[in-house]
């Protein structure tokens, strides 16, 4: 029956007492619920513990839970510990399901090579100050749960190679940066919780996340992100973040698809920089725009070549008729000279002749003059 306590087991220890018992969970499932075990000291008592699908641990002491911890039990495929502590774990391959509340973990231990059933991961309010190392190992997970550790930085590579992931929880640690070397693909990626940690920027352009579509981002320094890399988010949380106006504006104007529950906010003081709302375009995609531009370019630029030649020859041949033109010129201002001189020669000439007339006819004149006074001395007696 749902809801149902049933008490099966008190075993007396010396610090205390370890209780079994068994009760129906909303699925209505059984979880066995023990109290107060400690590990390796209390490892007589695993044969005591009825063999469940769920064992939920409360204030537990275990400095190490080894792989092989549930591996006597063949129902076993989900363990809970909350409160307590659990220092380190490493990671059963039968497991589907592993939660860690409050436990003050530290160290989870995943082992290349291994297949992994683990679909659900939490590991909440411990003392996590990274991602798992091989966690990529866990291709089967579906939700991976971090929130209220210490993370401060996160290695985006980790986590590439899971395809079946849809929730990445990163709620409440300290992350100023994340990182990537080259892209990360999660293809099946929905919902990614960032809130309220100390991010100022997150650059998503080589994030492969194509079935994201919720986002929380709340309580961060973000001015902006690329988020039209993100075609098909519908919701995003991004209050509390000194956001840049422009962008702000820009994101409500054209990306009316996504809903906020919170009225967006932004910072007065102006910000330097680019604030766009698109990735800007990756060097190799430029290289190969710039490369096929050039190939369809190929034949233009052999047109512009002929053309080019064509009209070096038709300079060469317009320089030749410029020199000839001047030559012409030259020999056109001479014959002008010998033309000026040629008239002033003719003027000269004719004044010569004038003045040769003008004296012809003094000459004739004195002439006349002397032969009628002749004439007339010959006459008188």
Not at 197 to 208: A, G, Q, Y
Request: glycine share 2%; aromatic share 8%; with cysteine.
């Amino acid at each position: 029956m749902k809801g149902l306590l049933v008490l099966l087991l008190f075993i007396a220890t010396i610090d205390g007492i370890v209780t079994f018992s068994a009760k129906r969970n909303e699925y209505n499932q059984t979880v066995v619920d023990i109290r107060r075990f400690r590990w390796p000291a209390d490892a007589m008592l695993m044969g005591k513990i009825p063999d469940e699908a769920s064992f939920y641990f409360f204030k537990a002491q275990v400095d190490i839970l080894p792989q092989n911890f549930t591996d006597q039990f063949k129902n076993c495929i989900h363990i809970q510990f909350e409160r307590g502590v659990v220092k380190t774990i490493h990671v059963s391959p039968k497991l589907t399901h592993i939660e860690l509340y409050s436990t003050s973990t530290a160290n989870v231990i995943i082992e290349i090579g291994k297949e992994y059933q683990l679909e659900e991961f939490t590991c909440s309010n411990t003392n996590l100050t990274g991602i798992p190392d091989n966690i990529s190992q866990l291709k089967k997970m579906k939700y991976l749960n971090l929130i209220g550790n210490l993370i401060q930085t996160v290695q985006l590579d980790q986590l590439h190679g899971l395809d079946n992931l849809e929730s990445l929880q990163l709620t409440d640690n300290e992350i100023k940066h994340i990182h990537n070397h080259g892209s990360v693909s999660l293809p099946s990626l929905t919902n990614l919780h960032l809130a309220n940690n100390r991010l100022t920027h997150i650059d998503v352009c080589s994030w492969n996340m194509p079935t994201l579509s919720y986002i929380d981002l709340r309580f961060n320094f973000l001015t902006h992100f690329a988020i039209n890399q993100f075609r098909v988010l519908k919701g995003l949380r991004i209050s509390d973040n000194p956001l840049n106006c422009d962008w702000m504006h820009s994101l409500l104007k054209a990306r009316s698809d996504i809903y906020h529950v919170e009225e967006l906010t932004c910072a007065n003081e102006s910000s330097e920089g680019v604030f766009a709302l698109d990735c800007p375009m990756p060097i190799e995609q430029l290289r190969q725009q710039n490369a096929n531009s050039m190939t369809s370019s190929a034949p233009v630029e052999a047109t512009v070549l002929n053309n080019s030649q064509q009209i070096a020859e038709l300079n060469r041949k317009i320089q030749k008729m410029a020199a000839l033109l001047e030559n012409l010129a030259k020999k056109s201002k001479i014959d002008e000279r010998l033309q000026k001189i040629e008239a002033l020669l003719e003027s000269h000439n004719s004044r010569i002749i004038e003045q040769q007339n003008v004296s012809n006819d003094i000459i004739e004149a004195i002439y006349r003059a002397e032969m009628e006074r002749t004439y007339n001395t010959e006459k008188t007696p």
